[in-house]
């Protein structure tokens, strides 16, 4: 089966950096996504990890080490509008469906 | 170009009742899945069509069911409604297979009240 952690909510200040973490155990292992949601609102992509190592993209960086099932996604310099749950979702086997993990949910503080 | 859409928006039902749920996806896109979010949760994988087919299936009872059409889009059919069906459903929609990359668009959903 899937198993996919990551800390239920954060709180962190206007400006400062904050890491979001997620373990995985999984049957096979194809890539793992983040998302954003925003209450109310669909999932949006924000980053893709396949191989180990570091993806930067702007304020948003995500990493992933396959031999630990762990990614982190860390975003920095925050901005009020950046209070939003954080999906990470792992593409694991032959099909191509998604297995969230329950979402972290981050507030942004001025 | 169009993103996935999804429609109605809301929908309040009773218990018992029967729902269609229905889906469009991205222009150039040939696969949909369905995915059901609870308040607080993450997406849970209710199944994929691909081909008209239904290619996977995640631990949903047969009460969920769906289909896709020949122009792609999907509808999501959930018969003799619970109270625990209320959630919001997100269709989400992905290109011709590539073994390497496996990203997901999702539309806006549809928040399904059952009282």
């Known amino acids: 089966g899937q198993n996919i952690d990551q800390p239920t909510e954060m709180t962190a200040t206007e400006g400062a950096i904050v890491q979001i973490n997620c373990t995985y155990q999984t049957s096979g292992f194809n890539g793992l996504f983040w998302y954003q949601q925003h209450a109310g609102e669909a999932p949006t992509f924000l980053s893709y990890?396949?191989?180990?190592g570091l993806e930067e993209k702007g304020r948003f960086s995500s990493f992933l080490s396959r031999s630990k099932g762990y990614s982190y996604l860390l975003l920095k310099e925050l901005q009020m509008k950046d209070s939003a749950s954080y999906l990470c979702?792992?593409?694991?086997?032959?099909?191509?469906?998604?297995?969230f993990g329950t979402g972290t949910r981050l507030q942004v503080t001025l | 170009d169009a993103g996935v859409t999804q429609s109605p928006t809301h929908l309040i039902k009773t218990r018992g009742q029967q729902v269609t749920l229905r889906c469009s996806p991205k222009s150039g896109h040939d696969t949909v899945s369905w995915y059901q979010q609870a308040l607080g949760q993450g997406p849970q994988f209710i199944f994929q069509y691909y081909e008209e087919e239904e290619r996977q299936r995640g631990n949903f009872p047969d009460r969920f069911s769906g289909h896709q059409f020949p122009n792609y889009s999907s509808e999501l059919n959930v018969n003799a409604l619970l109270l625990g069906d209320s959630a919001l459903y997100l269709c989400?929609?992905?290109?011709?297979?590539?073994?390497?990359?496996?990203?997901?668009?999702f539309g806006p959903g549809t928040r399904l009240t059952v009282l």
């Open positions: 989400a929609s992905s290109p011709p297979t590539d073994r390497s990359y496996n990203e997901q668009f």
């Open positions: 979702a792992v593409w694991a086997g032959t099909a191509s469906k998604l297995t």
């Open positions: 990890n396949v191989l180990d």
